[in-house]
T-cell receptor
Framework: NAGVMQNPRHLVRRRGQEARLRCSPMKGHSHVYWYRQLPEEGLKFMVY????????ESGMPKERFSAEFPKEGPSILRIQQVVRGDSAAYFC????????????FGSGTQLSVL | GNSVTQMEGPVTLSEEAFLTINCTYTATGYPSLFWYVQYPGEGLQLLLK?????DKGSNKGFEATYRKETTSFHLEKGSVQVSDSAVYFC??????????FGQGTILTVHP
């Protein structure tokens, strides 16, 4: 049973380009969370999605960032017109239901903006 | 708002030493409390949790007790091993999987 899969592991973009980060939750999990870890900081909640629905996006920057979790396929975190301040590790987590009992985390995508 | 404060690291210990990593929190209501561990190159893994006051979470020799009166959830282990070297995160959740994390503590254990 594969765990939460994130790709790519490392992503390098130049300022102004778009970054697309993918997350495939564990089999049977329909709830996905995205977190961001800036250098020297803890993880910060960004967004919570269920299939085809955004439940809580209170941690998402108002501009340039968007997330989706379609009926088929992985969840996508999209960052348009990246800036150096977007450089961070982005982690995805999944759970089988609406619970805080246990989240399963992926290994993260390290985004570097040149 | 909710917040979690962990003792600053890094923490360096010799094998078989006693470990304490302090964690205090601020939250409205009665959150659940967690310790997550991140080994090099891997995602976070749940180490232990407690869902109400005075609960003790334990796993792999690690323990933490939910202290409502001191708003704390300190992580302890009586005898650390080299394999315990990792980054440890204290976290709380008031609802679903929306976790508030501390900044993380790097633990290095030497033989």
């Amino acid at each position: 049973n594969a765990g939460v899969m994130q790709n790519p592991r490392h992503l390098v973009r130049r300022r102004g380009q778009e970054a697309r980060l993918r997350c495939s939750p564990m089999k049977g999990h329909s709830h996905v969370y995205w977190y961001r870890q800036l250098p020297e900081e803890g993880l910060k909640f960004m967004v919570y999605l269920q299939k085809e629905n955004i439940i809580d996006e209170s941690g998402m920057p108002k501009e340039r960032f968007s997330a989706e979790f379609p009926k088929e396929g992985p969840s996508i975190l999209r960052i348009q017109q990246v800036v150096r301040g977007d450089s961070a590790a982005y982690f995805c987590a999944s759970s089988p239901r609406d619970t805080n009992e246990k989240l399963f985390f992926g290994s993260g995508t390290q985004l570097s903006v040149l | 708002g909710n917040s979690v404060t962990q003792m600053e690291g890094p923490v360096t210990l010799s094998e078989e030493a006693f470990l304490t990593i302090n964690c205090t929190y601020t939250a409205t209501g009665y959150p659940s409390l967690f310790w997550y561990v991140q080994y090099p190159g891997e995602g976070l893994q749940l180490l232990l949790k407690a869902t109400k006051a005075d609960d003790k979470g334990s796993n792999k020799g690690f323990e933490a007790t939910y202290r409502k009166e001191t708003t704390s959830f300190h992580l302890e282990k009586g005898s650390v091993q080299v394999s315990d070297s990792a980054v440890y995160f204290c976290a709380l959740s008031a609802s679903y999987g929306k976790l508030t994390f501390g900044q993380g503590t790097i633990l290095t254990v030497h033989p």
